[in-house]
């Protein structure tokens, strides 16, 4: 695999953040038995993070503008370009010891997601994918699961937490639905990896209301460049101001898509 200069860049960033990220992670085991628990701590491992991040990305691009989930909004002097970046996606899991998290990091050029990368450091998994280059795992080109029947398939899910209690009835419709016909369901907790692990072929199908748009504008990319369709719950292309998606291979999400639909 050939990187772009682009894509070297993004990937340089994303490794530093993750050897912190890594680092900070080992600390976080010893800390569950603490009184006042990991809390404080992630919440600072996530900020370095994604100050990494923001320092690495405007030496190497300055003036690009970013769109961050803890700092949130930054304008630079180029608005055609625009970073999209989740430090830590997967918090709460990073937060509870389960090594099922990702830096995540998208490039949007005028208005449209042209390069993405999710990285879980705790497995050393990257991937990447640029607009018209395809999609890659570990240097790896990856394509979406043959599968073609919900029967045979593995979808994975978002379960709202607690605090999404306004998302809870409608996600339990859906649940029912979909398992009255899926093979499998799972929910991994980090929605970058839930279309990394689609663009991959390891999961068939994915859905999930109320994620944000730091959590999936690189999945997003991984997914279409491995073969795959994205589109928000009513089948458009409005998944990153929706914040809803359903993702997959060409059938299943369509098959997917309805049953979430007749839900
Ligand atoms: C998480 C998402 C996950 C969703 C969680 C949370 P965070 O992002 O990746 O899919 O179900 O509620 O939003 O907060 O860990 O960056």
Redesign the pocket.
Same mark, same amino acid.
């Given at each position: 695999m050939i990187r772009s200069a682009l894509m070297n860049v993004m990937t340089a960033a994303a490794m530093k953040a993750g050897r912190g990220l890594k680092r900070d992670f080992g600390e976080v085991e010893n800390l569950q038995v603490s009184v006042k628990g990991p809390g404080d701590f992630v919440t600072a491992a996530d900020r370095r993070a994604e100050k990494t991040l923001f320092e690495e990305l405007s030496r190497a691009r300055p003036g690009y503008c970013f769109l961050m989930?803890e700092s949130g909004a930054v304008e630079g002097a180029d608005k055609s370009h625009v970073w999209h970046i989740?430090p &830590?996606?997967?918090?709460?899991?990073f937060l509870h010891g389960i090594p099922i998290?990702a830096v995540s990091v998208a490039l949007e050029r005028d208005g449209q997601i042209v390069a993405g990368l999710v990285y879980n450091p705790a497995s050393d998994d990257l991937y990447v994918a640029e607009k018209g280059q395809g999609a890659f795992h570990n240097n790896r080109r990856m394509r979406v699961a043959a599968r073609r029947t919900l029967a045979e398939s593995m979808v994975a899910c978002?379960?709202?937490?607690l605090a $999404?209690l306004a998302h809870h009835a409608r996600f339990q419709v859906e649940l029912a639905a979909v398992m009255a016909k899926v093979g499998n369901i799972r929910r &991994? $907790?980090?929605?970058?990896l839930?279309l990394a692990m689609v663009a991959s072929g390891r999961c068939d199908g994915y859905w999930?209301r $109320?994620?944000?748009t730091?959590?999936i504008a690189a999945g997003v990319i991984l997914v279409k460049e491995a073969g795959g369709f994205v589109t928000d719950l009513s089948g458009g292309p409005d998944m990153l101001t929706k914040s809803e998606i359903c993702a997959g291979n060409e059938a299943i999400h369509r098959q997917l898509l309805d049953l979430l639909r007749k839900a």
């Open positions: 989930e989740d &830590l996606d997967g918090t709460s899991n998290f978002g379960i709202p937490p $999404g &991994l $907790g980090a929605a970058a839930d999930e $109320g994620i944000q730091w959590d």
